[in-house]
């Protein structure tokens, strides 16, 4: 039994380390705070119990003292524990008082350091905590003692100290904080910066001097910088092209972390709202194991998804099987799905639509069967088996998947109605979102991966807002950077 208390770091998820995340995908139990972002929660195990214990300035549902009993408690039961605490949980976060409280019950326990955001919050806003020859040191002290009683932060010794001065949890005592470091020498002109939620697509930074800062409205969490450092401006978070955007994200779970992943790149906030699931066909993937037994009989194989791709290849086994056959893969998304079965797709049209490859597939000649075998969803549009058919060849169609709707909660529910865009990879991602939430749910702004979806968007009676030019995961990024960008 084991409890580690792990550092989720200041709230940009990629900032958790690879140890932590490690344990998060091995977590029995995951105790967290509310300065943990949530997407991190997603690592652990669906079968793990979740406890939140977070704190908000003046509530505190769980004292400190019944968070160290919970934690003996669920570590005595022989349990995985991960305490994800923000940040570093040894820099102001009391986790001290957690490890002391688990020593003395006897139960082992480790310590995963986190990045603090005394540090990356900083880096975040474009501000180096130090900087050769004007700030080569930096102090880092916590605002969260009242500095107008007798306490252990001795305000104007830090003022005479000199260099960067890095203050946590302090918005509530601004006002006499900034009154003793001006008591103790610091110039009321010393460049200044607040920073909320740094490190998140929320982040907001304040540029002000010691003089002025509390004349801003600063709200909590925050970073508080004071120092030479502050009046730079290496601004390069906020500047990202989807900063502060919030997009909502359909895709199935399984297939949505390559968009997600993206989206957070580029300083969006996703919001994933998954109204779909892929599973198997009705019967199992029985008739796509028979179909592909007697691949032999068939000239092509059309795999028109990356989701029939998965189950072709799953089906088969071995991609030798598909020797006797050519295979066309309906867009590059497909084809990097076989490709990654070790199946080279021989045909995939340039746009990415059923009709292109209708268009790009050749006639049968005298030396072929004359027959396709067609691996796609139960639900697809007729164009594809009824245009080769057109052009001579005998089709066969085999479900290789279906979609099934998925429940949408009322907190995924309340996150879209703050949503800037939203995102649609599919025409059963527009249906059941219309489905699930409604038309006057959607947010303001809808952009679709082809021309399919959009079609079925507006049948829906949405307004599309832009199509991606390429038909794509990278296609779809582009449509909406050109068209909710900050440059817009």
Known sequence: MTVYLVGAGPGDPGLLTVRGAE??????VVVYDRLSAPSLL????????????????????????????????????????????????????????????????GVPFEVVPGVSSAIAVPAYAGIPVT????????????GHEDPSKASEVDWEAVARVGGTIV??????RLGAIVDRLLAG???????????RWGTRPDQHTVRAT????????????????????????????????????RIVVTRARRQSPALVTRLRELGAEPIEVPVIDVVDPEDGGRALRAALARIAEYDWLVVTSPNGAARVLAAVRDARVLAPVRVAALGPGTAEALREGNVVADLVPEQFVAEALVDAFPRPTSDDHGRVLIARAAVARAVLPEGLAARG???????????????????????????DAITFTSSSTVERFVEALGVDAVPPMVVCIGPVTAATARACGLRVDAVASEHSIDGLVEALVYHAGRGR
Request: with cysteine.
């Open 42 to 105: 997603e690592l652990a195990p669906p079968t793990a119990e979740l406890i939140d214990v977070g704190k908000t300035p003046g509530r505190a549902t769980w004292s400190q003292a019944a968070i160290c009993a919970l934690l003996v408690d669920r570590g005595m039961t022989g349990a995985l524990v991960v305490r994800l605490k923000g940040g570093d949980p040894f820099v102001f976060a009391r986790g001290g008082e957690e490890a002391q409280a688990l020593l003395d019950a």
């Open 393 to 419: 060849w005998s089709v066969d169609v085999v479900e290789a998947y279906r979609t099934v709707a998925i429940p949408v909660d009322d907190t995924r529910r309340a996150e879209v109605a703050t949503a």
């Open 167 to 172: 203050i946590l949890m302090g918005v509530a």
């Open 23 to 28: 344990l998060l995908a091995r977590a029995e």
């Open 131 to 142: 900087m050769r020859y004007s700030s080569t040191s930096f102090t880092v002290v916590t």
């Open 210 to 245: 010691l003089a002025t800062l509390t004349e801003h409205r600063l709200e909590p969490p925050a970073t508080i910088v004071v120092g030479a450092v502050a009046g730079l401006d290496l601004t390069w978070f906020e500047r990202r092209p989807l900063f502060g955007r």
């Open 185 to 195: 020498g610091v110039p009321g002109d010393t460049p200044a910066a607040a920073i």
